[in-house]
T-cell receptor, first 109, second 113 residues
């Protein structure tokens, strides 16, 4: 059964304290893996798409990596404005999206 | 690129009335559109998938006669909540596909009194 698991559920960091969020997946025929951030009361904001193992993408303090079974979202020297819920989703061979439950990230000043 | 708008952003209505939510892709054309709803502190729940010019495909447990989806053009999709009830109060989000990736509208907060 296709499944996406995000960990941890919640993460509290001090400003400047780098860390990583995990998205583990089992899916038949990965078409793509997507990362989003969602702020309360808003729709998810697209961050990255990764298509194949070994691929990496960066945007400001964020870097996403992909292996055959998981993806990491690395956040370097985070700031309070990076606080949000980070969502991971995968698209399977039928282009169906499977969502993780998200990681709530809180950056304390 | 990939800008998505939704209107209205918030709506309050009386029980029994119908509410229409519009979703527009402003700088791209979307053949496929997803509609989600999200309850407080919960994950996105897929309601339906629509392809332009075709009838929408609804997820199990979502009433197609209650949640009417129209995807008549490549830049506009609408979700109409018919005879809304308080349990329909939620955050509704559209998600058109652009370059193979789902993008999201800002969402519509619906409160049914």
């Amino acid at each position: 059964e296709d499944q996406v698991t995000q960990s941890p559920e919640a993460l509290r960091l001090q400003e400047g304290e780098s860390s990583s969020l995990n998205c583990s997946y089992t899916v038949s025929g990965l078409r793509g893996l997507f990362w989003y951030r969602q702020d309360p009361g808003k729709g998810p904001e697209f961050l990255f798409t990764l298509y194949s193992a070994g691929e990496e993408k960066e945007k400001e303090r964020l870097k996403a990596t992909l292996t055959k079974k998981e993806s990491f979202l690395h956040i370097t020297a985070p700031k309070p404005e990076d606080s949000a819920t980070y969502l991971c989703a995968v698209s399977d061979s039928n282009y169906q999206l499977i969502w993780g439950a998200g990681t709530k990230l809180i950056i304390k000043p | 690129g990939a800008v998505v708008s939704q209107h209205p952003s918030r709506v309050i209505c009386k029980s029994g009335t119908s509410v229409k939510i519009e979703c527009r892709s402003l700088d791209f054309q979307a053949t496929t559109m997803f509609w989600y709803r999200q309850f407080p502190k919960q994950s996105l729940m897929l309601m339906a998938t629509s392809n332009e010019g075709s009838k929408a495909t609804y997820e199990q447990g979502v009433e197609k006669d209650k949640f009417l989806i129209n995807h008549a053009s490549l830049t506009l999709s609408t979700l109409t909540v018919t005879s809304a009830h308080p349990e329909d109060s939620s955050f509704y989000i559209c998600s058109p596909i652009f370059a193979g990736a789902p993008y999201f509208g800002p969402g519509t907060r619906l409160l049914v009194l």
